[in-house]
């Protein structure tokens, strides 16, 4: 079974920084697009940053030059560095991907559990 499993949430004070970490796991043969969303209370699910296989990335307007999003293709793995948070900023955060099962040779998208990023001023 193919899982996504997210660590590095936490609290932390405005202009502060926190690194996300999301690891896919289980039986797979290829990951293809990853991202980041998060959803504040009271709100709809938003993107916050995507990255290609390649290293292409694409970031929300109001995390540009904040927040960096990178993948490690050897590990599975894909990060979000935030720097300089806000308290807007505070939200539960999904990572996602796009990834090619074993079982089912498509594509499949998986999401994380969530981790919960508390900005205080």
């Known amino acids: 079974q193919v899982q996504l499993v997210e660590s590095g949430g936490g609290l932390v004070q405005a202009g502060g920084s926190l690194r996300l970490s999301c690891a896919a796991s289980g039986r797979f043969t290829s990951i293809a697009a990853m991202g980041w969303y998060r959803q504040a209370p009271g709100k709809q699910r938003e993107l916050v940053a995507t990255?290609?296989?390649?290293?292409?990335?694409n970031y929300e307007y109001s995390v540009k030059g904040r927040f960096t999003i990178s993948r490690d293709n050897a590990k599975n793995t894909q990060y979000l560095q935030m720097d300089s948070l806000k308290p807007e900023d505070t939200a539960v955060y999904y990572c996602?991907?796009?990834?090619?099962?074993?079982?089912?040779?498509?594509?499949?998208?998986?999401w994380g559990q969530g981790t919960q990023v508390t900005v205080f001023s």
């Open positions: 996602n991907a796009g990834i090619l099962t074993m079982a089912t040779q498509t594509f499949m998208d998986y």
């Open positions: 990255i290609s296989r390649g290293g292409s990335t």
